[in-house]
Nanobody
Framework: QVQLVESGGGLVQVGGSLRLSCVASGYTFSSLGMGWFRQAPGKEREFVSAINRSGSNTEYADAVKGRFTVSRENAKSTVYLQMNSLKPEDTAVYYC??????????????????WGQGTQVTVSS
């Protein structure tokens, strides 16, 4: 079983930055594809970003492309989401997700079997 713990959320002004972290435990981190998703009040969960096991390939939603950067440190079992130029529409609970070991990562939430508890990001205007 994989456990995921996110941190780094908070309140930030428009144009500001935050870095989210997600620490994984319970399995060899380098075998896990990782993703970030978010859910705003009254809206469905949506894909934000994903990164493959080695960190050599990444995916982004159009809404965050050019502003967010996903990265990982396998030695620390941690995946990051650097969020710059934040907008009010980025306000949401952000969730870290992991695939089963050795499964291909993707942009669909159904790809992921393990989820963190979420961390709130609020962007004020």
């Amino acid at each position: 079983q994989v456990q995921l713990v996110e941190s780094g959320g908070g309140l930030v002004q428009v144009g500001g930055s935050l870095r989210l972290s997600c620490v994984a435990s319970g399995y060899t981190f380098s075998s896990l594809g990782m993703g970030w998703f978010r859910q705003a009040p009254g809206k469905e969960r949506e894909f934000v970003s994903a990164i493959n096991r080695s960190g050599s390939n990444t995916e982004y939603a159009d809404a965050v492309k050019g502003r967010f950067t996903v990265s990982r440190e396998n030695a620390k079992s941690t995946v990051y989401l650097q969020m710059n130029s934040l907008k009010p529409e980025d306000t949401a609970v952000y969730y870290c997700a992991a695939t089963r070991p050795w499964r291909f990562y993707g942009t669909n939430g159904n790809t992921y079997d393990y989820w963190g508890q979420g961390t709130q990001v609020t962007v004020s205007s």
